[in-house]
């Protein structure tokens, strides 16, 4: 694993999922984003359980960690991450985010993912309430809250889903990022702002436009000032 390591929080990074890029040019893919100045590419694990939708494993993870000095943030959409956590991290993840969902000893998953060397992160659905993160999100370095039901990407932004933000920005303080994922482009972007993400997972509206450096900026670009 790379010694690259998330960005102090309350600064705002606009962090491109790969779900919705062009497998078949996957490493041109990356490098046309880094040259926006983007500093980390999220990384969508799927296992077809936890999901019905099944994407990477470490061995993809491993061949772009060669071709890419971002940092690598793994989404486990998995039901057994503290079975597989260690095998992402060695094949190049500096993050791990997993689900508050999934029967695992969290507490003990977040001091694994620290101990190798990676940070950690929480995530909790849409039909999820705040309160199922609110002992282990302090212990995290990252909290993500869905946006959209996770599995696929071009899903609809589900605002209901997005207020959580304001109350999980409650619970860690400014020094904890936090993280949305799902229909986040241009218009949606300062809502999610306003409540207090500052990392914004950016899919289809990225990648469903010809330009993804100018498709980057725009979502820059509709940032409020905080």
């Known amino acids: 694993m790379s010694d690259l390591r998330l960005a102090k929080a309350g600064t705002i990074e606009i962090v491109p999922s790969i779900l919705n890029a062009d497998f078949a040019h996957i490493a ?22 936890f999901v019905p939708n099944i994407t990477i ?34 094949a190049g ?3 791990i985010t997993f689900h508050i969902e999934v029967p695992a000893k969290h507490e003990d998953l977040i001091d694994s993912i620290h101990d190798l060397g990676a940070t950690a992160g929480i995530c909790l659905n849409p039909e999820t309430p705040v309160e199922a993160i609110e002992k282990i ?11 959209v039901h996770p599995g696929f990407g071009g899903q609809k932004f589900i605002p209901e889903a997005a207020k959580k933000v304001t109350r999980v920005r409650e619970i860690v303080g400014p020094d904890i990022r936090i993280q949305v994922d799902g229909g986040i482009d241009p218009d949606t972007t ?22 993804r450096v ?12 905080r």
């Open 190 to 211: 300062p809502t999610v702002v306003s409540y207090g993400a500052d990392t914004l997972v950016v899919g289809n509206a990225i990648f469903s436009n010809p330009d």
């Open 93 to 95: 993840a500096n993050h």
């Open 214 to 225: 100018a498709a980057i900026n725009a979502i820059r670009n509709a940032c409020p000032v």
């Open 137 to 147: 999100a302090p212990l995290c370095d990252m909290v993500l809250v869905m946006t």
């Open 28 to 49: 041109d893919e990356i490098a046309e984003i880094a040259s926006a100045g983007v500093g980390m590419v999220h990384l969508d694990v799927m296992d077809g359980h």
């Open 57 to 90: 494993g470490p061995p993809v993870i491993a061949k772009l960690r060669k071709c890419s000095n971002l940092v690598f943030d793994a989404h486990l959409m998995i039901s057994e991450p503290d079975r597989y956590a260690q095998a992402f991290i060695e």
